[in-house]
C-alpha cells in the first residue's frame, strides 16, 4: 500500500481507490460529483468575482468553477504541497479552457495572500486533515473580503459508525478492550481526523467571526456486503499520505499478532453478510460579516 501513497496526489488519484470494485469507483465518483455541486450551489458565485479552492488536490471545486465561469472569474487553486498543483496544471493544460487560473502553494494555516482579498472561499475535505482548525478559520476569515463566503464539505469521522457497533462480543477475542481502544483513538483530541464535529465547527467559526454560519449536517445510511477483502482495506489503506491506518492505530494498544487476529476474526464476522453503516458529512457556509 505504501508504495501507491507517497504524496496526495497519488492518494487522490489511487490508494482512496484501492480495493473498489469498478461499480464502486463509479459509485465515489458519481458522489464527489454531487459534493461538488452542494459546494458550488451553496457558493452562489457570480462574474468578476475572485475564488480559492483551498486545499485542492486535483482541483474538484476549482475546476467545477472553471467549467461553468470560464474566464469569468478568478480562481486560484491553492494546496500546501506543490505535487497538487503540478496535477491541477497539467489537468488545466490538458482541458485547454480559457481561464484565469492561478496557482498558490499555501498551507491553509498561513495564507500567502493580502487581507479581504477574497470574495469566496471553499475547501472540500481539507479541514479532516488540519489539526488546529480554530486557526485555519482565522485564516480564511482574514482573506476573505467583507461579505464575502466561506463554503465547504467536510465528512464527520468521529460520529461514523465504528467497528465494534458491527460486531458481536462473541465474535471477538478481547472484544471489549479492542472497543476501548478504538473509542479512544477515534476521540483523540490531537487526531485531525476525529478532533472535531459539526457543534465544533459551528463554535469555531463564529469564533472566528463569520455570521450567518450554517453547517448543515448530513447523514447517509447505507447497506451493503464487504468482501473480505475489502475489510482487509479498512484496516491497511491510508486515510492520507504519512498517517496511521487503522491496523497501525490498534498496534498503539496491542502487539502485531493480537491485531492480526482480530482483523481476521472481523473478516470472519462481517465478510459477505449485509452490514449497515452510517457516514456523516457537513455542508458549511459562513459569510465574513
Ligand atoms: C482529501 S484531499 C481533498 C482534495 C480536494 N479538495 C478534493 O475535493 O478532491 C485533502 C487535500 O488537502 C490538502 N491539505 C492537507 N493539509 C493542508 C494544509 N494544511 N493546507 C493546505 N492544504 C492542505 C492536501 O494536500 C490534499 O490535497
Not at 467536510?154 to 472484544?175: A, G, H, K, M, V
Not at 463569520?210 to 482495506?233: H, M, N, T
Request: glycine share 2%; proline share 2%.
Amino acid at each position: 500500500m505504501e508504495d501507491i501513497c507517497k504524496n496526495w496526489s497519488m492518494w487522490l488519484k489511487k490508494t482512496r481507490f484501492s480495493y473498489m470494485s469498478e461499480a464502486q469507483v463509479e459509485q465515489t465518483l458519481n458522489w464527489l460529483n454531487v459534493i461538488k455541486e452542494q459546494v458550488l450551489a451553496l457558493a452562489q458565485i457570480k462574474e468578476n468575482e475572485k475564488i480559492a479552492d483551498f486545499g485542492c488536490g486535483s482541483g474538484l471545486l476549482g475546476f467545477g468553477v472553471l467549467e461553468k465561469f470560464k474566464d469569468k472569474v478568478e480562481i486560484i487553486f491553492s494546496d500546501k504541497f506543490e505535487d497538487c498543483l503540478e496535477e491541477c496544471k497539467k489537468i488545466l493544460s490538458e482541458i485547454k479552457t480559457e481561464n484565469n487560473a492561478k496557482f498558490l502553494q499555501s498551507d491553509i494555516l498561513d495564507i500567502k495572500l493580502p487581507d479581504n482579498y477574497l470574495d469566496c472561499a471553499m475547501t472540500r475535505s481539507v479541514l479532516v486533515h488540519v489539526t488546529d482548525k480554530k486557526r485555519a478559520f482565522n485564516e480564511l476569515y482574514r482573506v476573505i473580503k467583507q461579505d464575502g463566503r466561506y463554503c465547504a464539505f467536510e465528512p464527520i469521522i468521529s460520529q461514523n459508525t465504528r467497528y465494534y457497533e458491527l460486531l458481536l462480543p462473541d465474535q471477538i477475542s478481547d472484544y471489549f478492550e479492542f472497543k476501548k481502544a478504538e473509542k479512544e483513538f477515534m476521540e483523540n483530541k490531537n487526531d485531525s481526523l476525529v478532533n472535531f464535529d459539526a457543534y465544533s465547527l459551528d463554535n469555531d467559526l463564529n469564533e472566528a467571526g463569520f455570521g450567518d454560519v450554517k453547517v448543515e449536517v448530513q447523514v447517509a445510511a447505507s447497506k451493503y456486503i464487504p468482501s473480505k477483502e475489502a475489510i482487509l482495506s479498512w484496516f491497511l489503506a491510508p486515510p492520507s499520505p504519512n498517517t496511521k491506518n487503522m491496523k497501525q492505530r490498534f498496534l498503539d494498544y496491542f502487539d502485531e499478532k493480537k491485531v492480526d487476529n482480530f482483523i481476521l476474526e472481523v473478516q470472519n464476522a462481517l465478510s459477505d453478510k449485509e452490514i449497515k453503516i452510517s457516514s456523516n458529512t457537513a455542508l458549511i457556509k459562513a459569510v465574513k460579516c
